[in-house]
Every structure is written in structure tokens, then in C-alpha cells.
């Protein structure tokens, strides 16, 4: 079965510092992987997807991934923290007819 | 804005008590996904609708059920309710099936039920 595990579930960084939110993932074939965002009291919104093309995947908000097989993982980062970057992250994986979500990394970001 | 819309966005009843969470997909989308978004259960998936049909069931309470009607929108109804399904209930909707390839999913803002 397909699932992800996020490795922090609170990240807590300064603005205008680099942002890290870890996800390894497990799957018997190739992958499609997923982040998503969820504001407060909002919606899920896609940030970027992986599915099997460039292993480095370029998303909305200055946001990007990078797909390492051998390891395994789908890191999510951004080069510098803005306030509004401050919400709930899910890393996804597309199971069979279905999406699995990790458990979440909840980003704040200090002043 | 995802172009999916839930109504309504606040639902508070009893224990006990049916009620009815609406979606209406992005224009063109023929797949509808519900999910249940709670604290301790983090996001699960419940069930997905692919033009009517049933396609795939996920972790979906036998007093739950939902279903998609001829213009694509869909409902999902929760009976015999507990304090235990209170939760933000999702829908999102996708192009086509995800099995075989990748379908984006957009997500609607949610429907909060709290069951008193």
C-alpha cells in the first residue's frame, strides 16, 4: 500500500530564513506525489506535483520539491519564509483511486 | 478559488440526527472525492464517485453514504450521528479517475459539522 510519513509535525522558522518540511514516502511502484497547503479555516490547495518527469518539481509561491528514489523522499522547500507561508502542509501520494495524506507539518514563521 | 463549492460551510446538530453535506465539482470535473478531515484521524479518504458510479470506498462508516447525481453534484449523508463525527468534511474533484494516471484533485472549502 502506498503511504507517507512527514517527519516533523511542527517546523518553526524566521522570516526571510530557508524552509525544510521533510516527507519520505513508501510505494511498491513508481510514485505521483503531491503537496498540498491548508490555510487556516480554508481549503486544501495543490502547491506541486511530482509524476515520474524532471525529480525537481517547481510549485506555486516560490515553493519546490525534489523527488530522491534512493532515499525515498520528497523534501518541500523554499529558499526564504514569507508570514504568509504560516499554514498546515500535507505531503500526498496517489494510491488507487485515491489520495493518501500524511499526517501534516504545521510551518510557522517567526517575525 | 478551486471552483468547488460545499454547503453548507457550518453544520451543528445532536447525536442522533441525519444531515446531508452538499458539493458541486469544478465545471467539467467527473470525479467527486470526500474526505473527513479530524484531529485525531488526520485526513482520510471516504469515497469517490467517478459520472454516478460508485468507485472507490475508503475508510466510509456503514451509516454513511453518499451519492452523485446526473448533473455531477454530489452529497454525502451522515446518520445516526456521534459525538465522534464532528469534523471538517471535504470534497474535491478531480478530471477523470486517478487508477492509471494523475488527476489533480481541487478542494472545496469544507463543510464543519459539530455534533452536540
Known amino acids: 500500500a502506498q503511504s507517507v510519513t512527514q517527519l516533523d509535525s511542527h517546523v518553526s522558522v524566521s522570516e526571510g530564513t530557508p524552509v525544510l518540511l521533510r516527507c519520505n514516502y513508501s510505494?511498491?511502484?513508481?510514485?505521483?506525489l503531491f503537496w498540498y497547503v491548508q490555510h487556516p479555516n480554508k481549503g486544501l490547495q495543490l502547491l506541486l506535483k511530482?509524476?515520474?518527469?524532471?525529480?525537481l518539481v517547481k510549485g506555486i509561491n516560490g515553493f519546490e520539491a525534489e523527488f530522491k528514489k534512493s532515499e525515498t523522499s520528497f523534501h518541500l522547500t523554499k529558499p526564504s519564509a514569507h508570514m504568509s507561508d504560516a499554514a498546515e502542509y500535507f505531503c500526498?501520494?496517489?494510491?488507487?483511486?485515491?489520495?493518501?495524506f500524511g499526517q501534516g507539518t504545521r510551518l510557522t514563521i517567526n517575525p | 478559488d478551486s471552483g468547488v463549492t460545499q454547503t453548507p460551510k457550518h453544520l451543528i446538530t445532536a447525536t442522533g440526527q441525519r444531515v446531508t453535506l452538499r458539493c458541486s465539482p469544478r465545471?467539467?470535473?467527473?470525479?467527486v472525492y470526500w474526505y473527513q478531515q479530524s484531529l485525531d484521524q488526520g485526513l482520510q479518504f471516504l469515497i469517490q464517485?467517478?459520472?454516478?458510479?460508485?468507485?472507490a470506498k475508503g475508510n466510509i462508516l456503514e451509516r454513511f453514504s453518499a451519492q452523485q447525481f446526473p448533473d455531477l453534484h454530489s452529497e454525502l449523508n451522515l446518520s445516526s450521528l456521534e459525538l465522534g463525527d464532528s469534523a471538517l468534511y471535504f470534497c474535491?474533484?478531480?478530471?477523470?479517475?486517478?487508477?492509471?494516471?494523475?488527476?489533480?484533485?481541487?478542494f472545496g472549502p469544507g463543510t464543519r459539522l459539530t455534533v452536540t
Open positions: 500526498v501520494i496517489q494510491g488507487a483511486q485515491k489520495l493518501v
Open positions: 510505494s511498491s511502484y513508481s510514485p505521483s
Open positions: 474535491a474533484s478531480s478530471e477523470g479517475l486517478t487508477s492509471g494516471n494523475t488527476y489533480e484533485q481541487y
Open positions: 464517485y467517478y459520472n454516478g458510479e460508485e468507485r
Open positions: 511530482y509524476t515520474s518527469a524532471a525529480t
Open positions: 465545471s467539467g470535473d467527473l470525479s
